[in-house]
């Protein structure tokens, strides 16, 4: 007598998304929901990587043994690897900073470079703010808080979702091109332009 067979599950690629803080972290959440609804086959690894926060080569020197921890205990490496990182932290230690992208580089770990921080970020999501560009991590806040009055740091995906979905994702990788070629690697189907 034959054994039924095992019904084929397809495996999900991984994919390594590393961020510094609990606000960067309810990002990636909400690209993993958003990207959950589109397709079934990726998986987003969303890794919390403290401390490390205000020095940019240390978040890099974690994300890397994060990835190499990962990949040997589950013995599948990542499609991709990226890691979301504030600029407003570059310039404090020149000697440190122009390690940075040789590093990333040599672990194919992709940098996506928040101009000047995450807050900056997410307001270019909201319509008609694509073109700010704050200089300082309080004045981005600051501009944030004047458009979503709600927003507080550290928010969990599901609150993040109430103010951005696709349309507010496709409307920022027009002028994020970095956060565009993740989500392009992911194989995330933005609306752009509405």
């Known amino acids: 007598?034959?054994?039924?067979?095992?019904?084929?599950?397809?495996?999900?690629?991984?994919?390594?998304?590393?961020?510094?803080g609990d606000s960067e972290r309810g990002y990636g959440g909400l690209i993993g929901r958003l990207l959950e609804e589109q397709r079934h086959d990726i998986h987003l690894d969303v890794?919390?990587?403290?401390?490390?926060?205000?020095?940019?080569?240390?978040l890099v020197e974690r994300a890397i043994r994060h990835i190499?921890?990962?990949?040997?205990?589950?013995?599948?490496?990542?499609?991709?690897?990226?890691?979301?990182?504030?600029?407003?932290?570059?310039?404090?230690?020149?000697?440190?900073d122009v390690q940075i992208n040789p590093l990333a580089q040599g672990a194919g770990l992709?940098?996506?470079?928040q101009e000047p921080c995450h807050e900056a970020l997410l307001l270019r999501h909201l319509e008609g703010c694509t073109a700010l560009r704050p200089q300082t991590a309080n004045q981005a806040l600051a501009q944030l808080r004047q458009r979503w009055p709600d927003y507080v740091k550290g928010m969990p995906a599901v609150r993040l979702?109430?103010?951005?979905?696709?349309?507010?994702?496709?409307?920022?990788?027009?002028?994020?091109?970095a956060?565009?070629?993740?989500?392009?690697?992911i194989g995330y189907a933005t609306q752009q332009g509405q």
């Open 179 to 185: 956060l565009a070629e993740f989500l392009a690697a």
């Open 47 to 58: 890794a919390l990587l403290k401390p490390g926060g205000g020095d940019p080569l240390a």
């Open 110 to 113: 992709r940098l996506i470079w």
């Open 68 to 96: 190499r921890e990962s990949e040997r205990k589950r013995e599948t490496p990542y499609a991709h690897r990226f890691l979301l990182l504030d600029s407003d932290t570059l310039g404090q230690n020149l000697n440190r």
């Open 1 to 20: 007598m034959k054994r039924p067979r095992r019904p084929f599950i397809l495996q999900r690629r991984r994919v390594f998304f590393g961020c510094e």
């Open 161 to 177: 979702e109430a103010k951005i979905g696709h349309t507010e994702i496709g409307r920022v990788i027009t002028v994020e091109p």
